[in-house]
């Protein structure tokens, strides 16, 4: 099968909004999201020829961005799954984090606060824990919905390995989430979202407002199957580049990623 | 035999004495592609969420490597062990200077993989210390039962 250069044009318009907020969720990184994706460009470009048509256009295009975002981010440490703790106390013992998320709150088109923009965001920084197969695999099927089969084929692993790594990620994070997060778990010890609402948001009542996310309202069936595919939901419903939270919760990842570049030298 | 029956056939464990040793042995067949076997062998963090037998493993299960494993067989003692051999998919091998564990896989080509597990103890003191080393065998058919149980889920997983 043939590729023609306009084809590939058209896919990747299609697909680069996926291909960008998937690359930012795996590394956290606004810059490296953008790099990545504008060096997935030319390599497709540059190898057109050795596209074969055994796997979409779509497939091969996550298979390029994921070998360069999985090159660099083999040399970066994993961060711990209290990351959220670790950045909470860092922001409180920096005033120029909040001064900077207030001046984005009240000034910037994208600088809105909404719950579920933060559990995707806490997602993003959590799932930086796992072991970095684990976590790219378990993006592409959760939240980008690839099949087991075309993960395969982007990760270059057999589907054996695939569903190992789908499997213990999965029950990683749900048990990762089932005791932290008090959203779901009313002895859950993190409530970042709730607190950050009160700041960012005075006016509304954080518990209004976070039963309007079908996860918290389902809290109390306690399945944690469950409960974590409507978080994986929430993921699948946000673009994290053009929601109207967007610029505040760059914001909050970029000075994360920072806490934790310090914190695990 | 038939192949439905093999993938219910597991061997309970047993044990062999001798004045200076003593050896326990496990297998039972596991339907599950030897890829997923070897990764839940392997991934020495995973452990405690899948095996019921051990309490934590530190370090990195890798040809070298020293791990620091609790079991369920003794909760106050950590055994530190070193990685003896590491064949990816095949055997994995780790002990101390009183003894060594063994894991090997088979596939049998049918879908089904024979694991097998055995741990041989002793050495000129084993006769001293023989009497307060606990029986394995129970702990030994958990683990074996929890890895068939563990991979076979995995591998029933849709696509």
């Not at chain 1, 048509?53 to 070998?67: C, E, H, P, R, Y």
């Not at chain 1, 799954?81 to 950045?87: H, Y």
């Not at chain 2, 003896?84 to 200077?97: I, S």
């Not at chain 2, 080509?109 to 002793?122: A, K, L, P």
Request: glycine share 4%; net charge neutral; aromatic share 8%.
């Amino acid at each position: 099968m043939v590729l023609s250069s306009e084809s590939l044009t058209a896919e990747f318009e299609r697909c680069s909004a996926a291909l960008k907020s998937y690359i930012l969720r795996i590394t956290a990184n606004k810059q490296d999201a953008e790099d990545i994706v504008q060096e997935t460009w030319i390599r497709a470009q540059r190898s057109l020829e050795n596209f074969k048509g055994d796997s979409s256009v779509k497939t091969w295009l996550f298979a390029i961005a994921q070998n360069i975002a999985r090159d660099h981010l083999r040399s970066l440490k994993r961060w711990p799954e209290n990351v959220g703790d670790i950045c909470k106390e860092a922001a409180m013992g920096d005033q120029g984090f909040f001064s900077e998320a207030m001046t984005i709150r009240q000034t910037s088109p994208q600088g809105a606060f909404e719950i579920r923009e933060h559990i995707a965001f806490c997602f993003t920084c959590v799932s930086r824990s796992l072991p970095l197969e684990q976590q790219i695999a378990l993006m592409l099927k959760e939240v980008y919905e690839f099949s087991v089969k075309e993960i395969s084929e982007i990760m270059e692993s057999n589907e054996a390995m695939i569903k190992y790594y789908l499997h213990t990620g999965r029950s990683k994070m749900i048990d990762v989430f089932d005791k932290r997060c008090a959203l779901i778990n009313k002895g859950g010890v993190c409530h970042q979202c709730t607190e950050l609402n009160g700041i960012f948001n005075p006016k509304q009542n954080a518990q209004e407002e976070a039963v309007k996310i079908q996860m918290v309202r389902d809290a109390a069936k306690q399945d944690k199957e469950h409960l974590f595919d409507l978080r994986m939901k929430v993921m699948q419903e946000l673009d994290p580049f053009t929601s109207p939270a967007t610029e505040l919760q760059l914001h909050h990842m970029e000075f994360d990623r920072k806490v934790m570049e310090k914190h695990l030298k | 035999m038939s192949t439905t029956a093999s993938f219910s056939q597991t061997t309970k464990a047993s044990t062999t004495k001798t004045t200076f040793h003593r050896e326990t042995t496990v297998s039972t067949i596991i339907r599950a592609d030897e890829a997923i076997i070897w990764a839940l062998l392997t991934n020495a963090a995973d452990y405690p969420r899948w095996n019921t037998t051990v309490t934590s493993i530190k370090g990195q299960i890798a040809l070298g490597e020293k791990i620091v494993l609790k079991s369920t067989l003794d909760a106050k003692r950590s055994f530190k062990l070193k990685v003896k051999e590491f064949q990816p998919g095949k055997k994995l091998v780790w002990g101390d200077g009183k003894g060594e564990r063994t894991y090997t896989l088979a596939n049998n080509s049918d879908g089904t993989v024979t694991f097998s597990m055995s741990e041989r103890i002793g050495g000129l003191m084993f006769p001293m210390y023989a009497k307060y080393i606990p029986s394995f065998d129970e702990n030994f058919d958990t683990f074996a039962a929890d890895l068939k149980k563990e991979a076979e889920l995995i591998q029933s997983k849709a696509n």
